[in-house]
């Protein structure tokens, strides 16, 4: 079953926000908004939306910042890209699977994948029903919470 479309940065904060607080979360939400306030007023700048009609929606981007640990945030931008840091290590997310993802990070559905030979160390977010997020760790920035979670 695929997730629910959010079709809005606003929307897609709500639906964060609800997952935060399911998990004793505590949000600090940042908007951006307006061409004079965001990266969309840098691309497209002639207010056009590539619709032809010459109409384009106010650009709204957001920045989330949760409390606890692992430290994680999550950048919204105009254009339904959606970056999810998790400890410092960010993921390309789709903005309509970033609840799924925030509450399978919370829910403690991560592990760190190290192997000997070759060396590498990856991040690994398992979300039910969807293929796993896997991103690369440098050594450097294996933190403590990634260190725990190392298998």
Same mark, same amino acid.
Not at 24 to 30: P, S
Not at 77 to 87: A, G, L, N, P, Y
Not at 126 to 136: A, I, L, N
């Given at each position: ?5 959010? &079709?809005?940065?606003?929307? $897609?904060?709500? $639906? ?12 600090? *939400?940042?908007?951006?908004? !307006? ?8 691309? !497209? *700048?002639? %207010? ?5 009609? !010459?109409?384009?929606?106010?650009? /709204?981007?957001?920045?989330? =910042?949760?409390? %606890?640990? &692992? ?15 998790? =400890? ?15 509450? $399978? ?5 991560? /592990? ?16 039910? %029903? =969807? ?21």
């Amino acid at each position: 079953m695929s997730p629910p479309h959010l &079709p809005t940065t606003q929307s $897609a904060v709500l $639906a964060i926000e609800a997952v935060a607080a399911r998990h004793g979360r505590t949000v600090r *939400a940042q908007h951006d908004i !307006g061409r004079d306030q965001t990266f969309a007023g840098l691309v !497209g *700048a002639d %207010g056009v939306d590539g619709s032809g009609d !010459g109409l384009d929606g106010i650009p /709204h981007e957001a920045l989330l =910042e949760f409390d %606890g640990r &692992p430290a994680v945030t999550v950048r919204l931008f105009t254009h339904d890209e959606v970056t999810v840091t998790v =400890e410092g290590i960010a993921f390309d997310v789709d903005r309509d699977r970033v609840p799924g993802f925030l509450n $399978a990070v919370w829910s403690d559905l991560v /592990h760190v994948k190290a192997r000997t030979f070759p060396p590498s160390t990856t991040l690994i977010v398992t979300v039910p %029903g =969807e293929p796993s997020y896997r991103e690369g760790i440098g050594v450097h920035d294996l933190t403590p919470w990634l260190a725990g979670r190392t298998r």
